[in-house]
């Protein structure tokens, strides 16, 4: 049986446009207890909504768990690590105040623990989600729309050095 999973990552620092042009990549850098416990439950196989924090709070993406936990070599605090790749970009993002806003997102980690940067989704959350995301955005969040079509300057290269990349 295929989990679901929440990872959240901060843009500026590493977003969904970077996944897309790197291919895959380790998901490393957890920190928290709870968190680290939740990403070493991941399974290949395993599903995560890609949820952009920060100024954006947004989910904008689903990738695939492709190898397990393992320990990161390269972290001294004991972190642990797993191997993702990008499935899809969702049709539209989906933001935390549409979220908020779903009384069917009662009980959902993201909205009970909020600085958790991994975390388990119910098979009903997931697939709520995935309605909204085709769904027309709410009044509300039409400005986190606007911010979709700028994600990829968040990654801090220039859309022509991107595209330039993307051709070798």
């Known amino acids: 049986m295929v989990a679901h999973w929440l990872v959240k990552q901060e843009p500026s620092t590493y977003s969904w446009v970077n996944l897309e042009v790197d291919g895959e990549t380790e998901w490393d850098g957890v920190h928290n207890a709870l968190a680290l416990r939740h990403l070493r439950t991941m399974a290949p196989g395993d599903l995560a909504l890609f949820y952009h924090s920060g100024s954006e709070r947004a989910c904008v993406g689903i990738l695939r768990v492709v190898r397990g936990p393992r320990p990161d070599p390269n972290d001294p605090r004991?972190?642990?690590?797993v191997r993702v790749r990008p499935?899809?970009?969702?049709?539209r993002p989906v933001t935390l105040a549409e979220i908020r806003n779903d009384s069917g997102f009662a009980g959902f980690d993201l909205l009970r623990i909020s600085r958790l940067s991994v975390m388990p989704v119910s098979d009903n959350h997931w697939a709520l989600?995935?309605?909204?995301?085709?769904?027309?955005a709410p009044s509300v969040g039409r400005t986190a729309m606007g911010a979709r079509s700028g994600r990829g300057k968040t990654s801090g290269t220039p859309p022509r050095e991107r595209a330039a990349r993307r051709r070798h």
């Not at 004991?78 to 690590?81: A, E, I, M």
């Not at 499935?87 to 049709?91: D, M, Q």
């Open 78 to 81: 004991g972190s642990w690590t």
């Open 87 to 91: 499935v899809r970009p969702l049709r």
């Open 129 to 136: 989600l995935l309605l909204h995301e085709r769904n027309r």
